[in-house]
């Protein structure tokens, strides 16, 4: 059974660690997650309000997702990471962690809601277009209302 919930500072390490488990590229490092989740860190166009979800098997952390409030892009919310381990992914664990993050941000008032993605990771890209996002440009996308996605994928 896997439980998604709000992340604590005291889940960094474990997210950090399925970060470098994965050798995921994106994200961040321990140290810097730490400061984003303390909200002593702030990516561009960010604000204050922000959280993590993570998805959480007993005794791992398999997944996880962070958003925060924003102004990039005119938009309203960011999702900054959302990592499922491989063993996990085509579970619908993404999907859940996606509908906490879009839970949080609809709560706060946040919409439209951007992602960075990088132009070659076709199955993110797959799987936020399923959720209804589009293409912003080159490395980004965006929901015009990320409520969309608390209904889950798009048939």
């Given at each position: 059974?896997?439980?998604?919930?709000?992340?604590?500072?005291?889940?960094?390490?474990?997210?950090?660690?399925?970060?470098?488990?994965?050798?995921?590229?994106?994200?961040?490092?321990?140290?810097?997650?730490?400061?984003?989740?303390?909200?002593e860190?702030?990516?561009?166009?960010a604000?204050?309000?922000?959280a993590?979800?993570v998805?959480?098997?007993?005794?791992?952390?398999?997944?996880y997702?962070?958003?925060h409030?924003?102004?990039?892009?005119?938009?309203?919310?960011?999702l900054?990471?959302?990592l499922?381990?491989p063993?996990?992914?085509?579970s619908?664990?993404?999907?859940?962690?996606?509908?906490?993050?879009?839970?949080?941000?609809?709560?706060?008032?946040?919409?439209?809601?951007c992602v960075?993605?990088?132009?070659?990771?076709?199955?993110?890209?797959?799987?936020?277009?399923?959720?209804?996002?589009?293409?912003?440009?080159?490395?980004?996308?965006?929901?015009d209302?990320?409520?969309?996605?608390?209904d889950?994928?798009?048939?």
């Open positions: 059974m896997v439980a998604i919930r709000q992340a604590t500072l005291s889940d960094v390490p474990a997210m950090s660690a399925l970060r470098e488990a994965v050798q995921w590229e994106g994200g961040a490092p321990a140290e810097r997650m730490r400061l984003y989740l303390a909200g860190h702030h990516p561009r166009h604000l204050a309000p922000r993590a979800f998805a959480d098997r007993g005794e791992a952390v398999i997944g997702a962070a958003v409030l924003t102004r990039r892009f005119g938009c309203e919310g960011e900054e990471w959302l499922v381990a063993e996990a992914r085509g619908g664990l993404a999907d859940r962690l996606l509908r906490s993050a879009a839970g949080w941000l609809v709560q706060r008032g946040a919409h439209r809601v960075d993605v990088a132009p070659d990771n076709t199955r993110a890209r797959r799987f936020y277009r399923r959720h209804g996002a589009t293409d912003l440009d080159r490395c980004w996308m965006a929901w209302d990320i409520a969309a996605a608390l889950g994928p798009a048939s």
